[in-house]
């Protein structure tokens, strides 16, 4: 399952996107080798109500405590599982001794509990609430799991993640079914739609079946669609050892990129209107197969002209990293009041530069004490510390007629609560430039150096250093 997920991303992002590809929503900036399909559609409020109105606030909530009871009943007469034999007793144990942290490797603790976290928020999602409302059914679905449907302590690492980042991953997926239901069309490919969708977002499908939605026809259009585009990326990397250019591992890597609503369009914004959703496979070679998961979002923000055609953007942004090879593991959450600039887009030249500074309730980091900690009650130990700490992120994005050149910088700070007492420092730099050669297609060379500094109280620091070379072919859809 833990690789099946993303595969099954890139196989319905398509499907999303050439959905929504049609000669009249396609906008392209003449000047830029930029393109989006340019169509919003907010429906009315009324027609909304009218078709989809909001259910009880209590049938969300009983269907996260019905899925968590579900999920414990299949691990336990079916898997098997220990940690699902839960009891009075365990229940009793888990208020008596609070939270505590759990010991599951990387995939599990910061890319697996999210989408578990999805299927919670998109319950309430689905049944006509709004993001807020939305990300307290998921954190009661979190802490109802966490105290009464596993023996084991209840961890607030998982909490968090699963609050939080479900929350996120849980409005993305249901954008992106907003953009695939068409409830005008019937037969195959209405339900080759359903299905799409119910893949993004299978709490959302599961509503629309206890509703009555699947099968019922309107002509009415009752899902918002914001400007978006896709880039599906293919070629050669290197994950060398240190900072040579030769030594590594060399494996193919598949890349998937989205951007979902236009930044300096709206006067205001509101949770995720804009987004940018980055997930990398690796096939060949030593690395694992799922490299990153990466979403950044507004929160809320505004926007206001400084004449010119200059567009100055600020807001509170949320973002959500999983990166891992074989030399590094980091993920994390973190909330960030950012600003964001952008220059005339009549111009042949267009310059966005964006800046943001937050805190990371919850991150982690590779290092090579952690497995000296194991966890209590556990019987495993983890290769990275837990915590919590800071992020920053700034860009730089230049578009000229023949292409695009990025450059990114990165930085996270996890101070250890769980792990090798001390303080992880990672930053890594992204150049990366693509040249446009058709409408669609384009060829690029990427760039990344990281570096982490661990600086610890019972042991050795470590400076360490790697870079990473890419060459890709992408496809703009």
């Given at each position: 399952m833990k690789r099946i997920m993303p595969v099954l991303i890139l196989i319905v992002c398509?499907?999303?996107?050439?959905?929504?590809?049609?000669?009249?929503?396609?906008?392209?900036?003449?000047?830029?080798?930029?393109?989006?399909?340019?169509?919003?559609?907010?429906?009315?409020?009324?027609?909304?109500?009218?078709?989809?109105?909001?259910?009880?606030?209590?049938?969300?909530?009983?269907?996260?405590?019905?899925?968590?009871?579900?999920?414990?009943?299949?691990?336990?007469?079916?898997?098997?599982a220990k940690h699902a034999r839960i009891s009075f007793e365990s229940v009793k144990n888990n208020f008596k001794g609070g939270w505590d942290w759990d010991a599951d490797n990387l995939i599990t603790n910061m890319f697996g509990h999210p989408f578990q976290g999805a299927m919670y928020y998109n319950f309430a999602r689905s049944s006509g609430y709004g993001y807020w409302t939305s990300l307290g059914v998921t954190a009661f679905g979190s802490w109802q799991w966490e105290f009464f449907m596993e023996i084991e302590p209840?961890?607030?690492?998982?909490?968090?993640?699963?609050?939080?980042?479900?929350?996120?991953?849980?409005?993305?997926?249901?954008?992106?079914?907003?953009?695939?239901?068409?409830?005008?069309?019937?037969?195959?490919?209405?339900?080759?739609?359903?299905?799409?969708?119910?893949?993004?977002?299978?709490?959302?499908?599961?509503?629309?079946?206890i509703y009555g939605r699947t099968s019922r026809y309107l002509e009415e259009d009752l899902y918002e669609s914001q400007p978006n585009v896709g880039e599906i990326t293919i070629g050669p990397n290197n994950v060398a050892e240190g900072t040579d250019f030769q030594n590594g591992d060399k494996n193919l890597v598949f890349t998937l990129n989205y951007l979902y609503g236009r930044p300096f369009r709206s006067r205001t914004y509101k949770p995720m209107d804009y987004f940018r959703f980055?997930?990398?496979?690796?096939?060949?070679?030593?690395?694992?197969?799922l490299g990153q998961f990466r979403i950044h979002?507004?929160?809320?923000?505004?926007?206001?002209?400084?004449?010119?055609?200059?567009?100055?953007?600020?807001?509170?942004?949320?973002?959500?990293?999983?990166?891992?090879?074989?030399?590094?593991?980091?993920?994390?959450?973190?909330?960030?009041?950012?600003?964001?600039?952008?220059?005339?887009?009549?111009?042949?030249?267009?310059?966005?530069?964006?800046?943001?500074?937050?805190?990371?309730?919850?991150?982690?980091?590779?290092?090579?004490?952690?497995?000296?900690?194991?966890?209590?009650?556990?019987?495993?130990?983890?290769?990275?510390n837990m915590g919590w700490g800071a992020s920053a992120r700034a860009s730089l994005s230049w578009l000229f007629p023949i292409g695009i050149f990025n450059l990114e910088y990165s930085f996270w700070w996890v101070h250890t609560l769980?792990?090798?007492?001390?303080?992880?420092?990672?930053?890594?730099?992204?150049?990366?430039?693509?040249?446009?050669?058709?409408?669609?297609?384009?060829?690029?060379?990427?760039?990344?150096l990281y570096h982490r500094r661990g600086i610890y109280a019972q042991y050795d620091n470590i400076d360490l250093r790697n870079n990473e070379q890419r060459l890709f072919l992408s496809y703009r859809f």
């Amino acid at each position: 399952m833990k690789r099946i997920m993303p595969v099954l991303i890139l196989i319905v992002c398509p499907l999303l996107s050439f959905s929504q590809n049609t000669p009249d929503r396609i906008s392209e900036q003449k000047t830029t080798s930029l393109f989006w399909r340019d169509t919003v559609y907010i429906p009315p409020v009324e027609l909304v109500e009218r078709f989809n109105p909001p259910q009880p606030v209590w049938i969300p909530f009983a269907e996260a405590l019905g899925s968590n009871i579900a999920l414990n009943l299949f691990n336990n007469y079916v898997m098997g599982a220990k940690h699902a034999r839960i009891s009075f007793e365990s229940v009793k144990n888990n208020f008596k001794g609070g939270w505590d942290w759990d010991a599951d490797n990387l995939i599990t603790n910061m890319f697996g509990h999210p989408f578990q976290g999805a299927m919670y928020y998109n319950f309430a999602r689905s049944s006509g609430y709004g993001y807020w409302t939305s990300l307290g059914v998921t954190a009661f679905g979190s802490w109802q799991w966490e105290f009464f449907m596993e023996i084991e302590p209840p961890a607030i690492n998982d909490f968090i993640m699963t609050s939080f980042g479900g929350a996120m991953y849980g409005e993305m997926f249901y954008r992106f079914s907003d953009l695939i239901l068409n409830e005008s069309l019937s037969g195959s490919k209405r339900f080759w739609r359903e299905l799409a969708a119910g893949i993004y977002n299978p709490g959302r499908l599961f509503n629309r079946l206890i509703y009555g939605r699947t099968s019922r026809y309107l002509e009415e259009d009752l899902y918002e669609s914001q400007p978006n585009v896709g880039e599906i990326t293919i070629g050669p990397n290197n994950v060398a050892e240190g900072t040579d250019f030769q030594n590594g591992d060399k494996n193919l890597v598949f890349t998937l990129n989205y951007l979902y609503g236009r930044p300096f369009r709206s006067r205001t914004y509101k949770p995720m209107d804009y987004f940018r959703f980055t997930t990398l496979l690796n096939f060949g070679g030593k690395q694992p197969v799922l490299g990153q998961f990466r979403i950044h979002g507004i929160i809320v923000g505004k926007q206001k002209s400084l004449g010119n055609g200059n567009r100055l953007l600020w807001g509170l942004f949320q973002y959500i990293d999983y990166l891992k090879n074989n030399v590094y593991e980091l993920a994390g959450y973190s909330l960030a009041p950012g600003v964001a600039f952008r220059t005339p887009t009549s111009k042949k030249h267009i310059l966005i530069t964006n800046l943001n500074l937050g805190v990371m309730p919850m991150g982690a980091a590779n290092s090579d004490y952690a497995p000296h900690y194991e966890v209590e009650a556990l019987d495993s130990a983890r290769t990275y510390n837990m915590g919590w700490g800071a992020s920053a992120r700034a860009s730089l994005s230049w578009l000229f007629p023949i292409g695009i050149f990025n450059l990114e910088y990165s930085f996270w700070w996890v101070h250890t609560l769980q792990g090798a007492p001390g303080d992880e420092y990672i930053g890594i730099l992204e150049p990366k430039i693509r040249f446009r050669l058709t409408r669609h297609l384009n060829i690029g060379l990427q760039y990344l150096l990281y570096h982490r500094r661990g600086i610890y109280a019972q042991y050795d620091n470590i400076d360490l250093r790697n870079n990473e070379q890419r060459l890709f072919l992408s496809y703009r859809f």
